[in-house]
């Protein structure tokens, strides 16, 4: 085995104290011939994107681009309004159709919408460990079409419903009409969270499959990709228009069947456009098992923990030679040094061998990669708090909604339509963010993209702080306007004097706020990702999301338990206007802003992912 010794030729070597040899270590590298790879796999050639049979494209110019782009939107699309269509419309078929309370209907539409994300580091671990990202999306996004199927066929056949014969409001009111049965509810909880697990490999994998559909050789490529993940969730929020408005008119003119019936047609046409693209898409070999490789990294550096960097028997830091890492589609990572007690698992001793073990000796590469994912967390986990409002928003606002005057002069807006004000006003700052707020910020911020990525996270959950605010003043007024008027008691009765439109302030404002920090941090999390890890990235987003909708039925379960009184009543009454949901606004706001200050402490300390230049690439070590 022939090794080389990288040292900077700005450091001397040789020296012997602690402090030293702190400095020096990240320039002590071996580099050498024993190409022991993960799993027993091959490696190619830094990121180059392969063809659909693995083999490298001949003309890169036929594939990739805006065009391959296009067809991988409207899978998303898709996906999307099956998602906010079931979101806003389960809720409602629960309580009317299936006879359950709000409360159940509620957290059992959190937890599919918890489900749908969480999943989403499942589909990221198949795609980076075996699949790739096309298959993943071809399998799951199956699966998501076979759960509407059958959400469909449950709201159509009568036999899959409790009987609907006198069950007028009041009848629901009074909890007297007839329950469903326990096989029913057991039907559609098993098909809807189908369609949630379905959504595993589409989350981590379609944002992450498009961005792959770009050259990052090009001067371009900044600019392709920041404009790509504005057009990516461009075509999310067209996905949530159109399920709170065509799918909402399709439930109120033609039932429950037909509204659901609508999302699994527009899955099939999208998964069919998918395919149809396949000859276009670029794609990126899968790494090997990326929890493998960041298990071999803790046994290792755990096995070695009792080892110093200054010992007689350190050799250096085991790197593989040349330009390629040991991982297939990845180039190498420059060491860093933090999460130094990492170190250990590359730390090559001459006890080691010729031949080691990969859980007893890493590369520096494999190191680094576990490194950048504890880097990333605390960004993510900072937006389950914007999650979790998200989800309040769903389920609280639309009850809200209920007691309020939602008609425009002549036209009465049914209360499920509601939410499309956040998508219309994301719609609306998408379109005008490069003509508008990038000039305006740049001149700020001196950044070309007007905010760096970091930056719009943090916008988004400073607007996230106020729509949540207004929303407890709002609603501390209308809950005092309700009892004031004589509709304490009749909380499914709209109050004619009240209009529904003072809740647009709060939703257009989350709107704003989603654009910046989703957006924002689906470009952070694919750009700094290890490139064999881009699907596992993008699913942090996913599972942060996920998140935020568990942590929604748990806060709630804890506020109603915390809250209620000797008539059991608590803030969270399914009668609103005895409840106090401004209460519960407030604690989000208080919450909100102790995240934000968490936000502002982890994003000063993040250090942005170093990124290997030409010259060091043709730099010669000795």
Known sequence: MVVSEIKSPLTPGGCSSSSVHRKELSVFFLESDNRRLALGRGYTGG?????????????????GGWIAA???????????????????????????????????????????????QASSVLGGFLADAYLGRYWTIAIFTTMYL???????????????????????????????CQPAKSWQMLYLYTVLYITGFGAAGIRPCVSSFGADQFDEKSKEYKTHLDRFFNFFYLSVTLGAIIAFTLVVYVQMEHGWGMAFGTLAIAMAISNALFFAGTPLYRHRLPGGSPLTRVAQVLVAAF??????????????????????????????????????????????????????????????????????????????ACTVMLSLVLTEYLTLSVQQAYTLNTHIQHLKLPVTCMPVFPGLSIFLILSLYYSVFVPITRRITGNPHGASQLQRVGIGLAVSIISVAWAGLFENYRRHYAIQHGFEFNFLTQMPDLTAYWLLIQYCLIGIAEVFCIVGLLEFLYEEAPDAMKSIGSAYAALAGGLGCFAATILNNIVKAATRNSDGNSWLSQNINTGRFDCLYWLLTLLSLLNFCVFLWSAHRYKYRAVETEEDKSRTYL
């Open 47 to 63: 990121t180059t994107p392969v063809n659909i049979h693995g083999k490298p494209i001949a003309n890169l110019s036929k594939t």
């Open 146 to 176: 076979l759960g509407l199927i059958g959400i469909t066929l449950g709201a159509s056949l009568k036999m899959f419903v409790p009987d609907q014969s006198n069950c007028d409001q009041l009848s629901l009111l009074l909890g007297n």
């Open 303 to 380: 096995r070695k923990r009792g080892a110093a960097f200054t010992s007689s028997e350190f050799v250096g830091l085991y790197e593989v030679p040349g330009l390629k890492s040991a991982i297939n589609g990845s180039r190498k990572i420059p060491h860093t040094e933090d999460f130094r007690w990492l170190d250990k698992a590359a730390l090559q001793l001459k006890e080691d061998g010729l031949e080691p073990s990969p859980w007893k000796l890493c590369t520096v590469t494999q190191v680094e990669e576990v490194k950048i994912l504890i880097r990333l967390i605390p960004i993510p």
């Open 70 to 116: 296009l067809f991988i939107f409207g899978n998303e699309m898709a996906e999307r309004m099956a998602y906010f269509g079931l979101s806003v419309n389960m809720v409602a078929f629960m309580f009317y159709v299936m006879h359950r309370p709000f409360e159940s209907s509620s957290n059992a539409v959190n937890n599919f919408l918890g489900i749908s």
